[in-house]
């Protein structure tokens, strides 16, 4: 189908149709590479969120009690859906967050998500012993309830299923709220939604800012779990709503600032290509990007060169719509002017630019800017200590394992870490030493595995998402105890 590139106006999805927001208000989305208005979306209301709750309370005695095998079918509807339509998802996130369509693979992910839950639902088990003389205990693993999910604007269509699938196959209903940044592609799904024929109120759909809707789901005493994806500032916000409310379940996935260890007797040609592909990717605006990169102090220089050519001549900025563009531009005004403020700090640091270190604005009239490197940059410098979400990486240097492990942990963040060495024996010294809830071995983000669990530590946030665990997220544990009649 052809692709209008005039603005969308989407709807949310509340109670089973397609409405917009109470008050009749909505808000500008606009295109990042060219500045157009690419969409009106509804901003929802205190009521819309009430309401979206409301009817998932109402949907969910008859949800849960459907059986797995028979929600299963709903969701194996909507992946079918969401593969017909992938094509025209990709140029939603395109034209509202800046994503290149040569990289969007998300919607096919999407369906794989929904596949995946829609067939593992036999994995809902609980226990039974008889270790308790005169008793048969058990335990049985029930759904919460309403639960809320809130996604980032980085990769949105990714988390709409993620966190969704597991959630309603499990048996609970849901209330998803959208990124005021990215809610198109996110919207059109939510139309698939209602086409799949899930029943009214147990799939909901929200488009808006963090106030009212965000605030509202946090606080909700209905709402009984909330998975949440996003900055660390946003996610402590949220825990503090659950906590003065109804002390809700809080899954948080937050913000990163990922090190890449390498040593001198790594595969330089891999590791220059992987730590730079993992900068590339999505304009830097990933929360496991790379983006301090620790090389030992006898191949830095040869790395940094090849580092160098590879980072600028892979890049080709442009229009996301095109499938020659591999580099889109940061989400919207607000991160462009939050990357370049970074640049300007890690200036003023007495960091060492090495390459790009400006944005495109005034020549491109998006919102571009410079796959951007710098070098001995300090430790304690703001670029170093706190997440940019752009395309700028920091290179500097170690001489002992013992620093590489210290630099790399001098961060409150802890999502994802790199090392890339041909020594097993030191690999798995640095693995058990880094800080950090996934690590990479020769490897590095965006590189995941599917069935392993993935979450950070420290200020990266709590819980783990996954193939193996998200259905964990949305199950109670009930423990039961029998006594038996003696003979």
């Keep these: ?29 606009y295109n990042p590479a060219t500045r157009e208005v690419s969409g009106e979306v509804p901003e929802a209301t205190a009521d819309d969120t009430n309401r979206a ?23 194996k509807k909507l992946a079918a859906l969401i593969r017909e339509h992938r094509d025209e998802i990709a140029k939603l996130d395109a034209v509202a967050m800046g994503m290149p369509v040569s990289t969007h693979f998300f919607a096919e992910s999407a369906a794989g998500q929904y596949d995946h839950y829609a067939e ?8 039974a ?28 269509v990714h988390f709409f299923a993620s966190k969704s699938a597991p959630a309603l196959i499990t048996g609970n209903t849901v209330v998803l709220k959208t990124s005021e940044k990215a809610p198109l592609a996110v919207a059109r799904i939510a139309k698939l939604v209602k086409e799949a024929g899930f029943p009214p109120g147990v799939f909901n ?91 030992q102090s006898t191949i830095a220089e040869k790395f940094v060169e090849q580092f160098k050519v590879s980072y600028s001549s892979s890049v080709k900025s ?77 290179i500097n240097t170690f001489e002992t394992e013992k620093e590489a492990i210290s630099k790399a942990n ?5 999502l994802y870490a790199s090392v890339f060495t041909k020594d097993i024996s030191r690999a798995m010294r640095v693995v058990q030493a880094l800080e950090s809830g996934y690590v990479g071995i020769n490897t590095t983000s965006p590189n995941t595995a599917y069935d392993l669990p ?24 009930k423990s039961v105890i029998m006594a038996l009649e003696e003979e």
């Excluded at 020659?324 to 300007?344: F, M, R, W």
Aim: proline fraction near 6%; aromatic fraction near 8%.
């Design 205 to 295: 759909v929200l488009s808006g800012h963090g106030i009212p809707s965000g605030q509202i789901l946090s606080r909700h005493m209905d709402v009984r779990a909330l998975s949440f994806t996003g900055s660390s500032r946003t996610g402590k916000l949220i825990q503090e709503e659950a906590a003065r409310t109804n002390l809700k379940k809080v899954i948080l996935e937050l913000g990163g600032k990922s090190p890449a260890i390498i040593f001198d007797d790594a595969n330089l040609e891999k590791a220059v290509a992987q730590t730079r592909w993992s900068m590339q990717f999505n304009s830097g605006q990933v929360c496991m990007a790379n983006s301090r990169i620790y090389v």
């Design 410 to 414: 001098d961060t409150e963040f802890g």
């Design 53 to 75: 709750v409301a009817a998932a309370k109402a949907a969910f005695p008859a949800w849960s009690a459907l059986g797995p095998a028979k929600r299963a079918v709903y969701l």
């Design 454 to 477: 993935f979450g950070g530590y420290k200020g990266s946030g709590q819980g783990r998402e996954g193939a193996l665990c998200s259905m964990d997220n949305f199950l109670e544990v």
């Design 1 to 29: 189908m052809a692709f209008s590139t005039s603005p969308i106006r989407p709807r949310m999805l509340i109670d089973g149709e397609l409405v917009e927001a109470s008050d009749g208000k909505t808000f500008s989305v």
């Design 129 to 156: 012993s008889v270790n308790t003389p005169g008793h048969v205990t058990m335990t049985l693993r029930q759904p919460f309830g309403v639960v809320a999910l809130i996604i980032p604007w980085n990769v949105p």
């Design 120 to 127: 593992a639902w036999p994995h809902i088990q609980g226990q």
């Design 318 to 394: 442009g229009n996301p719509l095109d499938k020659e563009t591999n580099h889109g531009p940061q989400a919207d005004e607000l991160q462009y002017k939050h990357v370049l403020s970074y640049i300007n700090s890690a200036k003023d640091s007495g960091a060492t630019l090495a390459l790009g270190g400006s944005g495109k604005l005034e020549t491109s009239n998006g919102y571009f800017i410079e796959p951007t490197i710098f070098l001995n940059t300090p430790e304690e410098a703001k670029i170093t200590k706190e997440e940019v979400f752009g395309p700028v990486v920091i």
